[in-house]
C-alpha cells in the first residue's frame, strides 16, 4: 500500500447551496488534510480520511463567512473541523467509486457517499509522479444540525437545505 501526500496547492473543497430558493452561492474550506493509503489505480481496500478547517471557510463575503462561523450554523468556536472517514469503497465501473463513510459536522456524525473518479498520473516538471481524484456527494444540513433559515416575503427560504459537496484532489507519493 502506497502512502500519499496531499498537494494542497492543486486540490480543493468546495461547495454550494441555494440561495433565495433560485440563485446558487458557492463556497470552499481553504484550509485541510487529506490523508490515502492504497493503490491509486484502484481504491478498494484504500484507508480515506480528511480533516477540514471549518475557519477556513470562505464565500467571497466576509458577513456570510462570519455568520457561516456563528452559532447559527457551523458554531467553530465549539466544532472546528469536519471529519470524513471512508468505511467502504465500492468500484462501480473503470476508475469510478462509490466511497461511503462518516462524516462529522458539528457533533452530528452520518453516512454519506461521494461518487468518486480517478483522474490519472502523470509527472510534473519537478519528476514527482502525482495522481489526482475527483469526488462529489451531497447532503442536507439539517441533518447536522445546520438548520438556521429566514422565511422569504414571497414564500420558501433564504437558504436551501441540499449542500453539493465537491472534491478535486492532487496527491503524491509519501517518499
Given at each position: 500500500m ?21 440563485s ?18 484502484d481504491?478498494t ?11 477556513s ?10 455568520h ?5 450554523f ?7 473541523n ?8 465500492k ?9 461511503t ?13 461521494f ?15 502525482v495522481?489526482?481524484?475527483?469526488a ?5 444540513r ?5 438548520v ?10 433564504l437558504?436551501?437545505e441540499d449542500i453539493?459537496?465537491?472534491v478535486?484532489?492532487q496527491l503524491?507519493?509519501?517518499?
Amino acid at each position: 500500500m502506497t502512502k500519499f501526500n496531499l498537494d494542497a496547492a492543486h486540490s480543493s473543497i468546495d461547495f454550494s447551496v441555494k440561495h433565495m430558493m433560485v440563485s446558487k452561492v458557492k463556497g470552499s474550506f481553504t484550509n485541510f488534510s487529506a490523508d490515502l493509503e492504497g493503490n491509486a489505480e484502484d481504491l478498494t481496500g484504500a484507508t480515506i480520511s480528511f480533516d477540514i478547517d471549518v475557519n477556513s471557510v470562505t464565500t467571497n463575503n466576509e458577513d456570510r463567512d462570519n455568520h457561516l462561523r456563528s452559532a447559527d450554523f457551523f458554531d467553530t468556536e465549539k466544532y472546528p473541523n469536519i471529519k470524513f472517514v471512508a468505511t467502504d469503497i465500492k468500484k462501480t465501473d473503470d476508475g469510478e467509486y462509490d466511497v461511503t463513510g462518516d462524516i462529522t459536522i458539528k457533533d452530528v456524525t452520518k453516512p454519506v457517499t461521494f461518487k468518486a473518479e480517478y483522474g490519472g498520473k502523470g509527472t510534473n516538471p519537478w519528476g514527482v509522479e502525482v495522481v489526482a481524484f475527483s469526488a462529489d456527494a451531497k447532503l442536507n444540513r439539517k441533518d447536522f444540525g445546520l438548520v438556521w433559515n429566514q422565511a422569504l416575503e414571497t414564500g420558501g427560504v433564504l437558504v436551501g437545505e441540499d449542500i453539493k459537496i465537491s472534491v478535486e484532489l492532487q496527491l503524491n507519493p509519501a517518499q
